[in-house]
């Protein structure tokens, strides 16, 4: 079955940029639709934006002007870069996978906690 | 964008109760394109259902899904003890997609 793995640092500063890696393993990338979600603390989950393995972008509009995700679809992995950060993109970042450009997703990871402090 | 609202926020009952959670919608939802996620602590969501009332893979069938327009329901026929977690609805009518903020079923 797929599983999905976040990597990446756990602590970013203020205004630089935050990168995360999602790696995708038992099976193929080009099967789904791949998405960036976050939940900071004590507020509810927000989707960032979503990939497909031919490079079709989709963001949240809230987020676009900070945010790229990526494929490389040799490594089967895909990534997020947000540019800018500041506390309030402290968040558990999560990957996750689904059968269309605006759909539900069936597919997630285990998350990874991103902390932008000094 | 699309605001969803869940209640209650927290949900306090007994295993083999019922649970009743609740998603509405600020406008109504394209083509009832409303999911519900379960998630508990240190593990990855788990879709429940999809379009309103369709089980995904491997869901028990004591978890149902229902509503159309701006008012859905998810409801659990009997709680087992592996059930109480947090539980997310989301809108893909539109987007950007929109999660609600959650409903906790915790043991009574």
């Known amino acids: 079955q797929v599983q999905l793995q976040e990597s990446g640092p756990g602590l970013v500063k203020p205004s630089e940029t935050l990168s995360l890696t999602c790696s995708v393993s038992?099976?193929?990338?080009?099967?789904?639709?791949w998405s960036w979600i976050r939940q900071s603390p004590g507020k509810g989950l927000e989707w960032i934006g979503c990939i497909y393995y031919t490079g079709t972008t989709n963001y949240n509009p809230s987020l676009q002007s900070r945010v790229t995700i990526s494929v490389d679809t040799s490594k089967t992995h895909f990534s997020l870069k947000l540019t800018s950060v500041t506390a309030a993109d402290t968040a558990v970042y999560y990957c996750?996978?689904?059968?269309?450009?605006?759909?539900?997703?069936?597919?997630w990871g285990r998350g990874t906690l991103v902390t932008v402090s000094s | 964008e699309i605001v969803l609202t869940q209640s209650p926020g927290t949900l306090s009952l007994s295993p083999g109760e019922r649970a009743t959670l609740s998603c509405r919608a600020s406008q109504s939802v394209s083509r009832n394109y409303l999911a519900w996620y379960q998630h508990k602590p240190g593990q990855a969501p788990r879709l429940l259902i999809y379009?309103?009332?369709n089980r995904a893979t491997g869901i028990p069938d004591r978890f149902s899904g229902s509503g159309s327009g701006t008012d859905f329901i998810l409801t659990i026929s009997r709680l087992e003890p592996e059930d109480f977690a947090l539980y997310y609805c989301?809108?893909?009518?539109?987007?950007?997609?929109?999660f609600g903020q959650g409903t906790k079923v915790e043991i009574k």
């Open positions: 379009g309103a009332s």
């Open positions: 996750a996978g689904g059968p269309g450009i605006n759909w539900y997703f069936d597919l």
């Open positions: 989301q809108q893909y009518g539109s987007s950007p997609r929109t």
């Open positions: 038992g099976g193929s990338i080009s099967s789904y639709y």
